[in-house]
């Protein structure tokens, strides 16, 4: 479990750095990682595609930092739940097109559910609210409140 618990902090402290190739160096090269996509769930499959995902936004958020609030470590799996937060200022490539920058900061909760294998990550399923990220950036107006 300690390795586990290991692993968990050098992805923290890879995306802190915003060393997408640290980052990339604890998957294993059969990673599977899913995050929220336009159409629902968007599928990476292997060390490149999450390289570039994870570049994608430290170019788009250039500070982007997240602090782990809670942290569960399993026998074959760990789950971060955690703030992310940072400033638009960089272009942001995504899978609903290339967004300019809005110079707006968010701040949002996200969860990492990953799975490990042979001391690396084989799965990385991430959760986390895009309305509530596209409205802080200005590029969704804010949801009606719902009534009762």
């Known amino acids: ?11 923290v402290k890879a995306y802190n750095a915003h060393d997408a190739s640290a980052l990339a160096a604890v998957d294993h090269p059969d990673v599977v990682a899913t995050t929220p996509g336009p159409a ?28 782990i609030i809670n942290e569960v470590i399993g026998d074959d799996s760990f789950v971060q739940e955690g703030i992310f937060e940072g400033t638009n200022t960089g272009e942001w490539k995504s899978e609903a097109g290339d967004m300019p920058a809005t110079g707006k900061t968010v701040k949002g909760e996200f969860c990492l559910v990953a799975k490990v294998r042979d001391g690396l990550i084989v799965s990385g399923n991430l959760y986390f609210d895009q309305v509530h990220l596209l409205t802080q950036l200005g590029l969704m107006p804010v949801p009606a409140e719902a009534r009762a």
Do not use: C, H, V
């Open 40 to 67: 629902g769930r968007t599928e990476r499959r292997g060390r490149k595609a999450s390289q570039e995902y994870n570049q994608s936004w430290f170019t788009a958020f250039p500070d982007a930092r997240i602090t």
């Open 1 to 11: 479990m300690a390795d586990l618990k290991e692993l968990s902090q050098r992805t």
